[in-house]
């Protein structure tokens, strides 16, 4: 335990600057009872106490962005004007949004052509949505549910030879002796929560909000297979070429030897994506014969009409949601409220017009729905929250 309080603190002390394995090693810490709430006390306190010097910094920097930005287009012709207009607004923007951001602690930029606007996120007293949870449902082949939370180190059911137990927030499956009879089970999140895994053979699995996997209780010896909806992150064990893994999901399957990849393949979304981290996938379209290999930072895109192979991906915008954050590069409005839909538990209403904006930055997605609109709105879209439902407003 003092090892592990050791490592954590050596973590903390330079955060967020830190790597893929020490994002790992937080989020499995996190995970945990009571740490959530240590580790925002102390990323709070940090940010306080620069927060002020930061903000002064900030301010100054804009005005001079600002001035050089009028500079610059007063002097250029109208052809030049559009190249410049994207460069210096992307510079005021960001400035003027940071200002805010900076004040709750949150690294956040938002491309906009408006200017910041005041804080308008109208919440009704005492009704603001709060984040998801570590919470899923279990379904077991008998058709019986288990209600899964945070609570760790206890036994949930026994299927076969195969114990089926929680700890440190996953569900884990440990098989012992040979199972005789096939047994399937389903683990499921609704809106609003997000559980782990470990399956029998070892490989791990993270659903997000609004998924489900669906598994052998213990694979075969030559096949393992598994079905999910929604959006999953695995972590596959290497067993050799004689049992491959493979993912099928709406749209595509997955076969695998051992690697890292995510899917997302949400009823809301036209496009199922999977994105390799590590390793080597192969990815068949539904009802096609054309197998596509994917190397480390691709990522296979599959709608109605054919596979598409998008190199160079964001890989941390992609598993962002799995470390705990929202991520965004340039998403439209509809595409970040529906992250926030499946996550706050809500639903999205529009009055009016849609902006046409596109966003980017990165936010913890352990904060309530309001302080996340509330970045949102520095340009000029405007919320109302009641209840489970956000409206949206020009």
């Known amino acids: 335990m003092q090892e592990e309080h050791s490592i954590i603190g050596k973590i903390l002390a330079k955060y967020p600057e830190i790597t893929d394995e020490e994002q790992q090693v937080l989020t499995d810490w996190l995970a945990k009872n009571g740490n959530r709430q240590k580790f925002n006390l102390v990323i709070d306190n940090e940010a306080r106490e620069i927060d002020l010097e930061r903000f002064l910094q900030i301010r100054e920097r804009k005005e001079m962005n600002r001035e050089k930005y009028h500079a610059a287009i007063a002097d250029l012709s109208t052809e030049k004007k559009v190249v410049?207009?994207?460069?210096?607004?992307?510079?005021?923007?960001?400035?003027?949004?940071?200002?805010?951001?900076?004040?709750?602690?949150?690294?956040?930029?938002?491309?906009?052509?408006?200017?910041?606007?005041?804080?308008?996120?109208?919440?009704?007293?005492?009704?603001?949505?709060?984040?998801?949870?570590?919470?899923a449902r279990l379904t077991l082949s008998d058709g019986s549910v288990v209600v899964l939370d945070t609570i760790s180190g206890s036994k949930v059911v026994q299927q076969g030879s195969t114990t089926?137990?929680?700890?440190?927030?996953?569900?884990?499956?440990?098989?012992?002796?040979?199972?005789?009879?096939?047994?399937?089970?389903?683990?499921?999140?609704?809106?609003?929560?997000?559980?782990?895994?470990?399956?029998?053979?070892?490989?791990?699995?993270?659903?997000?909000?609004?998924?489900?996997?669906?598994?052998?209780?213990?694979?075969?010896?030559?096949?393992?297979?598994?079905e999910i909806t929604g959006e999953a992150y695995f972590e596959v064990a290497h067993l050799g070429n004689s049992a491959p893994f493979q993912v099928a999901v709406k749209g595509m399957e997955v076969r695998v030897l051992g690697t890292r990849?995510?899917?997302?393949?949400?009823?809301?979304?036209?496009?199922?994506?999977?994105?390799?981290?590590?390793?080597?996938?192969?990815?068949?379209?539904?009802?096609?014969?054309?197998?596509?290999?994917?190397?480390?930072?691709?990522?296979a895109a599959v709608g109605e009409q054919a596979l598409e192979i998008i190199d160079h991906v964001d890989i941390e915008q992609v598993v962002a949601w799995k470390n705990g954050y929202f991520q965004f590069n340039g998403e439209d409005l509809k595409t970040v409220m529906r992250q926030l839909e499946r996550w706050y538990d809500v639903r999205v209403v529009y009055e009016g017009n849609v902006s046409n904006q596109h966003f980017g930055g990165k936010m913890p997605r352990d904060a309530n729905a309001s302080e996340v609109?509330?970045?949102?709105?520095?340009?000029?879209?405007?919320?109302?929250?009641?209840?489970?439902?956000?409206?949206?407003?020009?």
């Open 164 to 226: 089926v137990y929680t700890k440190d927030g996953q569900l884990v499956y440990e098989q012992k002796g040979k199972q005789n009879e096939v047994l399937y089970n389903t683990l499921t999140t609704a809106k609003g929560e997000t559980y782990g895994m470990v399956l029998s053979d070892g490989s791990k699995v993270w659903l997000n909000s609004e998924s489900s996997i669906r598994y052998p209780v213990a694979f075969a010896w030559n096949e393992r297979k598994v």
């Open 84 to 135: 410049w207009w994207s460069k210096w607004q992307t510079l005021v923007a960001a400035a003027s949004v940071f200002i805010v951001i900076s004040l709750i602690g949150y690294k956040w930029f938002v491309r906009t052509n408006k200017e910041v606007a005041k804080d308008k996120v109208v919440v009704v007293p005492n009704k603001d949505v709060a984040p998801g949870q570590y919470k």
């Open 373 to 394: 609109l509330k970045v949102l709105e520095q340009n000029d879209i405007h919320f109302r929250i009641e209840g489970q439902k956000i409206i949206v407003t020009p």
């Open 261 to 299: 990849f995510n899917i997302n393949a949400y009823a809301d979304e036209t496009i199922t994506r999977t994105t390799l981290l590590e390793g080597s996938v192969a990815v068949t379209p539904t009802g096609s014969t054309r197998q596509q290999i994917l190397k480390p930072g691709q990522q």
